[in-house]
């Protein structure tokens, strides 16, 4: 660390300057005031604003093959991970009316196949 100066140390100047320059009552009466809407929002934080649905983070394990081919899609691979899931559930929902539509159709088609065979 020898010849390194710390972090910082070069603030001590700038504030040896300021407080080398008081300022008076009358310069201090000259400054303008602030209106309250200067400040209004400076509380904020700075990034990216929140969604209506909030995500929620968790440690997910995924087969390296299939993490590779999500990646190698480019940026925006783990929202399509996401769409990719939630797919997956609109079509598993969708499964048990399907199961429903199928076995009646089965039903159907098999009347009509035991009908046919009496006829023959």
Do not use: C, H
Not at 41 to 69: H, I
Not at 77 to 106: D, E, F, H, M, V
């Amino acid at each position: 660390m020898t010849g390194k100066r710390p972090i910082g140390s070069d603030i001590g100047s700038d504030l040896k300057k300021a407080d080398a320059l008081p300022i008076t009552p009358k310069q201090y009466e000259e400054i303008p005031e602030l209106p309250q809407q200067g400040f209004r929002g400076a509380g904020r934080k700075v990034g990216r604003p929140r969604s209506l649905t909030r995500k929620v983070a968790l440690k997910l394990r995924l087969d390296p093959d299939v993490v590779e081919a999500f990646r190698a899609t480019g940026p925006g691979w783990q929202t399509k991970i996401n769409a990719t899931l939630r797919l997956s559930l609109r079509k598993a929902a969708g499964a048990p009316a399907l199961k429903r539509r199928l076995k009646r159709r089965l039903k159907r088609g098999a009347g009509r196949a035991t009908r046919t065979r009496r006829r023959a």
